[in-house]
């Protein structure tokens, strides 16, 4: 059973924050009515390193246009961010803004009797905006999320944060053997100040 046809067997919520209803919009082609809505970000929108908090703010400007096929939902989503610097692993905070434009078709339209296999359908009247919102931000956001441009990250022999330790920071002797006659020589060197 694909994903689409296992979701249209569940009925949308209309009162879920993300689902949209298209009864207010005229079905004649051009018509278009605009919305702004503040939703709780879902549970687990996000990449491993860098995600949207659940149940934080997401400011949703919308655009719903009726075109022959169905609804084109074009929309900016605001919402903010928190993660860990893929370098330097320091926390991140940040706000990232995301733009979206998905046709919703018409649950009676059928091109040729098939639907699409990745066609996105208006359910009763209702639009369902968190797989559109989720796919957006998902492949928006950088898997490799950085605390700033240059950042130098860690110190790959002690794990020290370079941009702390300083361009000096650095080991001399990663070998334990060359740890051993390093010794010696700082042992000759103390006799000899002394
Ligand atoms: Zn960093
Ligand atoms: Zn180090």
Redesign the pocket.
Known sequence: MSHESRKALDRLDPRAPLVLDTRALDRRPGSMRELTRTVPAPADLGVEMVGVPEGTDIELDLRLESVMEGVLVTGTARMPLTGECARCLDPLEDTFEAEFQELFVYPDTRSGGEAEEDERRIEGDLIDLEPVLRDTVVLALPLSPLCRDDCPGL?P??G?RLADAGPD?H?EVADPRWAALRGLTDQREEKQEG
């Open positions: 110190c022999d002690c020290v920071h080991h």
